[in-house]
C-alpha cells in the first residue's frame, strides 16, 4: 500500500520532469579517443571484427582493452552520448542521438553527479536463470515507476495520465518519439496489439483476461485514443491500479512485444503453411510455443526491447552480456543520453557461497543481489583492500524466514491439522525469535511476527507481535486442547487419527540463512511434541512443488513486498504459487475461477479475499486504509504465514569505481530493485 495519497496533481507535477532533450552538435573538428572493454570470443568473431582488430583466432575468451581513433565533428562540451555511439552517428550507422531519444525523453535525476561514459558492470549470478532478471530489476521501464524510497510512483515510460469515471478510467500519454531497440517507433499500436492480440487471443491466453487487469469481475478494456494516448477502462474504481502498474506486472505487460516484429509470427497476421514450417524448423510443440518463445529473453536476441541494456549473449554461453540500447529515450539533466555504462556482464555460479567468494575477491562491481549479510563482517573488514564500500539498504521484508502452511494438503490427517488456527498458533509461540535474531541473524534485525512494515497505512504493532512471543507453555497447553495428547515411543504427538505426525519444512537456499533457522526451529517444536526435519531442495524443484498446491508439508520463503502488501498480497490471504509456495491453492482456484474449479474457502479465507477486492475497489485513500486494516488484523489472528525476524538491511557491495549509487533505498522485488534506483544514471570510473 502506498504511503501517500496518490492523485492526479501528484502524477502532472511529476511529469514536468519530462523534458526534452537539449539540442546536439555543433561544428568544431575535434579527434574523440575511445576505449571500449570489449569480449573477445572465436563464436562472435565476425561481430568484433567490426570495431577491432583481431591479430589470431582464439578459442576461449579474453578480455581485451583496445583504443580506437575517429574522426568525428563535435565540440566536447557538447557530446551528448556515449562517444562510441556517436563514431557510430558519424560513420552513418545511427541516426544523430536527438532523433534516437525521441522528442519527449524521460529526464533522469543524477544522485550525487553528471557521469562520465564507458565501463563493464561485472555482476555474478547464481544458475543461468538469475541472469534473467535484465527484464526486470536490471531494465525497469513501464509506464510509471517508484523511486528510491519506494513513496512515490512517477511518471517513466509514459509521460503521465488522468483519471476520471470515478477513478475506474485512466487515460495514459505516451512520450512522442520512443523507440524500440531497433529504432522502430513504439506507439499505441503495440499496446493494442498486445491487447487484442495477445490478452484476448483464446490459444494463447485461454483463460482470459484476470488478476490484476480484473475488477468487479470484468476485465480491463483498453482503448487507443490516438497514436500516443491510450485509455484503461474498468468495470468499477481501482484504486490499486497505478501502484500495481508500477509493479513488476505492469513493468512488462505493455511493452514486451513489438507489433512490427512480433505480428511475422502470429497466427492472425501470417499464412498457416508458413507459421507451420516456422513450427516445425524451430521444433515447437505448436505456433502458440513458438511465438512466445520470441519473447524469451535468452530465446531470439533478434527481438527489439526496451531495456537500457539488451541481452547480446546468454545462457549456456558464459558470461552473458547485455549492451547499451542506442535508442534509449532517457537523459540525464543536461540532455546526455543514459545509460552512461556500456555494458552489464553475468559470470554465473552454481550458489550463493560461490557468489559471495567472488564478491570479496573483487569481481563484482556493484550488486546488493544474493549479497549475503551473513558475511557482513567480513566484507567490511576486507573493504580497504577490496576498494569497495558496504551499503546497506531498507529491505522490504515482513519476515526474512516466513513459514508457509499449506491448507490444502493431500494428507487428511496433516490437513486438519494445518487447517486449525490453533495448531498454527502453538507452532507459532513455540519459537523463539530473539535467540534467532542473536544467533543466526547477528542482532541485526527484529524478532516479529509475518507482518507489513511499521510505514505501510494500516499496520498496528499488534499485528507484528500477534503470536509471536516465546511461550511453550501456551503451544503444549494448545496442542493438548486441540486433542494432541497421545504420544510414540519416543514422546512425538500422534496426530488426531492417532497417525504419526512429521512436518518437512521444504526451502530453497536462497535469500537467507534458511537451514540454520530451520534446524532451529525443528529443535524448539521438538520440544513441544512436534517431529519436523528440514527439507532443502533446487529453487526449480522448490518452485514445481509448491506449485502443485497439495503436496508441501510446510514451506520456506522470504516475505517480501512489505512496503506495498496491497500491490501483490502473496502474503495476505492462502493463494496458489510457486515462489512462494502454496498455501491455499484449492481456495484460490476456487475463488479465481469463480467458483468453476478448486474448493469452497472456509469463512475467514473468504473474508480475506472479499477484503482484497474491496481494497482494490476503494474510492479513496480512507476507504483503503479501512480495508486493508481489516485484512492485516484477519491475517495476525489466522497466521497462515509464521514470521520470525525482520526489518533487516539489505547489504551490497560498490566498488569506489561505482558512483550514483545512493546511500539509503528501500530494496524491494515490487519496486524491482535496484531499478527503483535509477541504475541508467550509474557511472564508472577509474580508481
Known amino acids: 500500500m502506498m504511503n501517500e495519497k496518490l492523485s492526479r496533481r501528484h502524477f502532472l507535477r511529476s511529469a514536468a520532469m519530462t523534458a526534452a532533450g537539449a539540442a546536439l552538435v555543433a561544428c568544431q573538428p575535434k579527434t574523440v579517443i575511445v576505449k571500449e572493454t570489449v569480449e573477445v570470443q572465436k563464436e562472435v568473431e565476425k561481430v568484433v571484427k567490426e570495431t577491432v582488430v583481431v591479430e589470431k583466432q582464439v578459442e576461449k575468451e579474453v578480455t581485451k582493452v583496445v583504443e580506437k581513433v575517429v574522426e568525428v565533428t563535435v565540440a566536447p562540451s557538447e557530446v551528448k552520448e556515449s562517444p562510441a555511439l556517436f563514431a557510430l552517428v558519424t560513420e552513418g550507422k545511427l541516426p544523430p542521438v536527438a532523433e534516437r531519444v525521441g522528442q519527449e525523453p524521460v529526464v533522469i535525476n543524477v544522485t550525487d553527479e553528471i557521469g562520465s561514459y564507458g565501463g563493464t558492470w561485472r555482476r555474478v549470478a547464481i544458475g543461468a536463470g538469475d541472469v534473467g532478471i535484465i527484464t526486470s530489476r536490471l531494465s525497469y521501464v513501464g509506464p510509471v515507476r517508484y523511486t528510491q524510497m519506494a513513496s512515490e510512483i512517477v511518471p517513466f515510460l509514459y509521460k503521465g495520465f488522468e483519471v476520471g469515471g470515478d477513478g475506474a478510467e485512466f487515460t495514459f500519454h505516451m512520450r512522442k518519439g520512443v523507440l524500440w531497440s531497433d529504432g522502430q517507433p513504439y506507439t499505441a499500436d503495440d499496446v493494442m496489439f498486445y491487447h487484442e492480440d495477445i490478452q484476448k487471443n483464446a490459444e494463447i491466453n485461454p483463460a482470459g483476461i484476470g488478476g490484476w487487469l480484473k475488477v468487479a469481475g470484468e476485465p480491463v478494456v483498453i482503448e487507443k485514443l490516438d497514436d500516443y494516448t491510450i485509455k484503461f477502462k474498468f468495470a468499477a474504481p481501482y484504486g490499486l491500479f497505478v501502484p500495481i502498474l508500477a509493479s513488476p506486472n505492469g513493468q512488462g505487460t505493455f511493452n514486451n512485444w513489438p507489433k512490427h516484429y512480433a505480428t511475422a509470427f502470429h497466427a492472425s497476421y501470417v499464412k498457416k503453411e508458413d507459421l507451420d514450417k516456422m513450427v516445425a524448423a524451430a521444433g515447437a510443440e505448436n505456433w502458440v510455443n513458438f511465438f512466445n518463445s520470441k519473447d524469451d529473453w535468452n530465446g531470439d536476441l533478434t527481438c527489439p526491447r526496451m531495456w537500457p541494456w539488451p541481452m547480446v549473449r546468454v545462457p549456456p554461453d558464459i558470461p552473458a552480456v547485455a549492451e547499451r540500447n542506442a535508442y534509449y529515450f532517457a537523459v540525464d539533466p543536461e540532455g546526455n543520453q543514459l ?349
Open 339 to 687: 545509460p552512461y555504462i556500456d555494458r552489464i556482464r553475468f559470470e554465473v555460479v552454481e550458489n550463493i557461497d560461490l557468489l559471495n567468494t567472488k564478491a570479496l575477491a573483487g569481481a563484482v562491481d556493484m550488486q546488493f543481489r544474493h549479497i549475503s549479510w551473513v558475511n557482513y563482517a567480513l566484507y567490511m573488514e576486507r573493504a580497504a583492500v577490496g576498494q569497495y564500500e558496504v551499503y546497506k539498504w531498507t529491505l522490504a521484508e515482513g519476515s526474512n524466514y516466513c513459514l508457509h502452511f499449506n491448507l490444502n494438503h493431500e494428507n487428511p490427517g496433516l490437513r486438519e491439522l494445518e487447517e486449525n488456527v490453533n495448531f498454527r498458533h502453538a507452532l507459532s509461540v513455540a519459537i523463539d525469535r530473539e535467540e534467532i535474531n542473536e544467533v543466526v541473524y547477528q542482532g541485526l534485525g527484529t524478532p516479529r511476527q509475518a507482518s507489513v512494515l511499521p510505514t505501510v497505512k494500516g499496520y498496528k504493532p499488534e499485528q507484528s507481535a500477534a503470536w509471536a512471543q516465546y511461550d511453550p507453555d501456551l503451544a503444549n497447553k494448545l496442542l493438548d486442547e486441540i486433542g494432541l495428547t497421545k504420544r510414540d515411543a519416543e514422546g512425538f504427538r500422534l496426530n488426531l487419527r492417532g497417525e504419526p505426525l512429521t512436518i518437512n519444512i521444504e526451502y530453497a537456499p536462497v535469500f537467507g540463512p534458511w537451514g540454520d533457522i530451520t534446524q532451529m526451529i525443528c529443535a524448539y517444536w521438538k520440544n513441544i511434541g512436534i517431529r519436523a526435519f528440514p527439507k532443502e531442495e533446487s529453487r526449480t524443484l522448490f518452485s514445481e512443488r509448491g506449485q502443485l498446491g497439495t503436496v508441501q508439508d510446510m514451506s520456506v520463503w522470504t516475505m517480501d513486498r512489505s512496503a506495498h502488501p496491497l500491490v501483490e498480497p502473496l502474503y495476505q490471504m492462502p493463494r496458489r504459487g510457486g515462489t512462494p509456495a502454496s498455501v491455499g491453492a484449492l481456495y484460490w482456484d476456487w475463488w479465481t475461477s469463480e467458483g468453476k474449479q478448486g474448493e469452497q474457502p472456509p469463512p475467514e479465507v473468504l473474508k480475506a479475499y472479499e477484503l482484497y477486492e474491496k481494497c482494490k475497489t476503494a474510492r479513496n485513500d480512507e476507504e483503503l486504509v479501512r480495508y486493508a486494516t481489516e485484512l492485516f488484523d484477519l491475517n495476525a489472528e489466522q497466521t497462515w504465514f509464521i514470521g520470525v525476524v525482520g526489518l533487516l538491511p539489505h547489504v551490497g557491495i560498490v566498488k569506489n569505481s561505482f558512483h550514483n549509487v545512493p546511500k539509503e533505498a528501500v530494496s524491494d522485488w515490487l519496486c524491482l530493485t535496484p531499478g527503483n534506483t535509477f541504475i541508467e544514471q550509474y557511472y564508472m570510473s577509474e580508481v
